[in-house]
C-alpha cells in the first residue's frame, strides 16, 4: 500500500468530538500518518491523543483553513506521501473508508480527488457534490423561495435526484473529507490561501477539474456534524461573503463559459 497521510485543523475544538476523527483515521488497516495542525491561540490540545502516528503543529497565527491544512500537503509532498486526506475534526467512521478510496485511486491513475459518501450523524444524507456555483446559486440556497422554483433548483445543483450508489464526476466536492492524489495536488496547485475559509474546497475541486476526475464514491461513507457556522455567527457569515466575493472575482460572476460548460457535461453523465 502507498504511503497515506491526512491533515485535520484544529481550533479550539471539543476534545471528545476530534478524538472520533482521529481515533477514525488511524483505526484504518492502512499505515497512516496524520498532521494535527492547531490554530488554536494555546496548545491544550497537544496530548490529546498519544501515537507514533500522529504529528502535532502548533500554528497560533491561524492563517485560515486552507493555508493550515497547506503546511501538512507540503510535508506529505516533501516525504513523498502518494496520498492525503483533508479530514474535518468533526467527521468519524466506523468501517475502514481510508483503504476504500485509496484503493479506488490506485485503480484510476487519471483521479484526482475524491469525496465518499457523507451522512449526517442520524444517518441521513448531506447532498455535499455539486455543480459549479454562480451567484444565483448562492442566493437561491439562501433565500429557497419561492418554494416551487428552490426546489426544482436544488435538486439539480446539489445533484439529489442521482441514484444513490452511482460513482460520479462532480465539479465540487466538499473539504470536511476528501482524498487528494500529491501528484495531481503538485500540477494543479494547493488551496488558494487568499480563502481565510470557505470556497476554498469549491476553488481547488474546480482547479482539479480541469486536469484530472473529481469523483463521488459512495461506496464509502462517513458521518459528519455539519453546523452551517455562516448562518448562525455574524463573523463567520462576514468571512463567507468576504470568500464568496473572492471566488466569483477569481472565476466569472455572471459571465463565466467554462461554468456553463463543465455543468453541462457532468449533467450529460445522467442524461439530462
Avoid at 12 to 38: A, G, M, T
Avoid at 190 to 204: A, P, R
Avoid at 212 to 236: F, Q, R
Wanted: aromatic share 16%; charged share 25%.
Amino acid at each position: 500500500m502507498s504511503k497515506i497521510t491526512g491533515s485535520i485543523v484544529l481550533y479550539k475544538n471539543e476534545e471528545s468530538v476530534v478524538l472520533e476523527s482521529i481515533k477514525s483515521f488511524l483505526n484504518s488497516k492502512s499505515d497512516v500518518i496524520l498532521y494535527l495542525i492547531d490554530n488554536s491561540p494555546t496548545n491544550n490540545l497537544k496530548d490529546i491523543y498519544q501515537d507514533d502516528r500522529i504529528i502535532y503543529i502548533h500554528n497560533p497565527e491561524n492563517p485560515g483553513f486552507g493555508a493550515s491544512h497547506n503546511l501538512a500537503f507540503k510535508f506529505s509532498i516533501r516525504d513523498n506521501a502518494k496520498y492525503h486526506f483533508v479530514i474535518n475534526p468533526d467527521v468519524y467512521f466506523d468501517v475502514d473508508v481510508i483503504t476504500n478510496m485509496v484503493n479506488f485511486m490506485e485503480d484510476n491513475d487519471n483521479v484526482g480527488m475524491v469525496m465518499p459518501r457523507i451522512l449526517n450523524i442520524d444517518g441521513t444524507a448531506q447532498f455535499l457534490p455539486k455543480l459549479l456555483p454562480s451567484p444565483y446559486s448562492l442566493l437561491m440556497r439562501k433565500v429557497k423561495f419561492p418554494k416551487s422554483i428552490y426546489n426544482k433548483f436544488i435538486n439539480k445543483y446539489e445533484l439529489r435526484e442521482i441514484e444513490e450508489n452511482l460513482i460520479y464526476e462532480a465539479p465540487i466536492l466538499s473539504g470536511c473529507f476528501t482524498l487528494f492524489r500529491t501528484e495531481a495536488l503538485k500540477e494543479v496547485g494547493l488551496y488558494d490561501e487568499k480563502f481565510f475559509m470557505y470556497f476554498e474546497d469549491w476553488d481547488i475541486s474546480r482547479r482539479m477539474h480541469l486536469k484530472y476526475k473529481t469523483i463521488y464514491l459512495p461506496d464509502a461513507y462517513i458521518y459528519h456534524g455539519y453546523e452551517s457556522g455562516a448562518n448562525k455567527n455574524k463573523n463567520l457569515f462576514k468571512i463567507y461573503l468576504s470568500s464568496a466575493f473572492y471566488y466569483f472575482s477569481k472565476w466569472g460572476w455572471f459571465f463565466d463559459k467554462e461554468r456553463k460548460r463543465i455543468n453541462k457535461k457532468t449533467l450529460k453523465q445522467f442524461s439530462y
